[in-house]
């Protein structure tokens, strides 16, 4: 495992304000503004299970990463958090730099905020526009005034799991959904941009077991977590995953 913090002085890390990479590990995580700092040490914790090699990045080194060091990785994954201080942490060329990167063959995985920021928002806010023009909105369990639940999530051909979900979004509006919430909306979506592979989750399947202390739970958190490993090997691999038919 490779853990690089981007974003610290120029003194200290030189690459991270040239925005070079400092490492060649394949896997750059989102370690900047708006990042949940629970949700990275959470998404860590899978990578290093895993013996992925990964680097952490902030929103300085982000942004000002050239497009050709952004392609050398294989793949982001932007996590949970606050999307709009992550998407006003971008400038417009910082993000059109990582769209590039993407389309040209990077990989993402957004989790929550993550999916939200692959979407598109007009001014003052800022997405990846990830997705074709698609922009998100919140699940329908938002609007009841719920915040945070315990979601049953179905999957083609595989038992449903219990996913904890936090303020994250239904994502019917782009890719072939791979989960979905009980009002059979998209919770997890997948589809190429470009020649990148994108994978999109509403729900938090990397949720460690302490997330659920008052919520009710059918699925077992190692369970949830293998899946999180999934998501994270189909986003890094371009490996597509059974998929719900566009009529069922």
Same mark, same amino acid.
């Given at each position: 495992?490779?853990?690089?913090?981007?974003?610290v002085?120029?003194?200290?890390?030189?690459?991270?304000?040239?925005?070079?990479?400092?490492?060649?590990?394949?896997i750059?995580?989102?370690?900047?503004?708006?990042?949940?700092?629970?949700?990275?040490?959470?998404?860590?914790?899978?990578?290093?299970?895993?013996?992925?090699?990964?680097?952490?990045?902030?929103?300085?080194?982000?942004?000002?990463?050239?497009?050709?060091?952004?392609?050398?990785r294989?793949?982001?994954?932007?996590? &949970?958090?606050?999307?709009?201080?992550?998407?006003?942490?971008?400038?417009?060329?910082?993000?059109?730099?990582?769209?590039?990167?993407?389309?040209?063959g990077? &990989?993402?995985?957004?989790?929550?905020?993550?999916?939200?920021?692959? +979407?598109?928002?007009?001014?003052?806010?800022?997405?990846?526009?990830?997705?074709?023009?698609?922009?998100?909105?919140?699940?329908?369990?938002?609007?009841?005034?719920?915040r945070?639940?315990?979601?049953?999530?179905?999957?083609?051909?595989?038992?449903?799991?219990?996913?904890?979900?936090?303020?994250?979004?239904e994502?019917?509006?782009w +890719?072939?959904p *791979?989960?979905?919430?009980?009002?059979?909306?998209?919770? *997890?979506?997948?589809g190429?941009?470009?020649?990148?592979?994108?994978?999109?989750?509403?729900?938090?399947?990397?949720?460690?077991?302490?997330?659920?202390?008052?919520?009710a739970?059918?699925?077992?958190?190692?369970?949830?977590?293998?899946?999180?490993?999934?998501?994270?090997?189909?986003?890094?691999d371009?490996?597509e995953?059974?998929?719900?038919r566009?009529?069922?």
């Amino acid at each position: 495992m490779t853990r690089v913090l981007f974003g610290v002085s120029c003194v200290l890390v030189l690459a991270a304000c040239s925005g070079a990479p400092a490492s060649d590990a394949p896997i750059l995580l989102y370690d900047g503004d708006g990042a949940s700092d629970g949700d990275v040490r959470a998404i860590e914790a899978l990578l290093d299970r895993e013996h992925l090699r990964y680097d952490t990045v902030g929103s300085a080194a982000l942004d000002a990463m050239p497009e050709p060091r952004l392609r050398a990785r294989r793949l982001l994954i932007v996590g &949970g958090g606050d999307f709009t201080a992550m998407g006003r942490s971008l400038s417009d060329d910082g993000a059109a730099r990582i769209r590039g990167a993407v389309e040209a063959g990077l &990989g993402y995985l957004g989790i929550c905020a993550g999916a939200f920021l692959a +979407g598109h928002f007009p001014s003052p806010y800022r997405g990846l526009d990830l997705a074709s023009g698609a922009q998100f909105h919140f699940f329908a369990a938002e609007s009841r005034g719920v915040r945070r639940d315990a979601v049953p999530i179905s999957r083609p051909g595989a038992p449903p799991l219990d996913q904890y979900w936090e303020d994250g979004p239904e994502l019917s509006a782009w +890719g072939a959904p *791979i989960g979905r919430y009980p009002d059979g909306t998209a919770a *997890i979506v997948q589809g190429a941009s470009g020649r990148g592979w994108v994978v999109l989750s509403g729900v938090h399947p990397e949720a460690p077991a302490s997330w659920r202390h008052d919520l009710a739970f059918a699925t077992p958190t190692a369970d949830d977590e293998a899946y999180a490993i999934t998501l994270i090997h189909a986003a890094l691999d371009h490996r597509e995953l059974p998929a719900f038919r566009a009529d069922h």
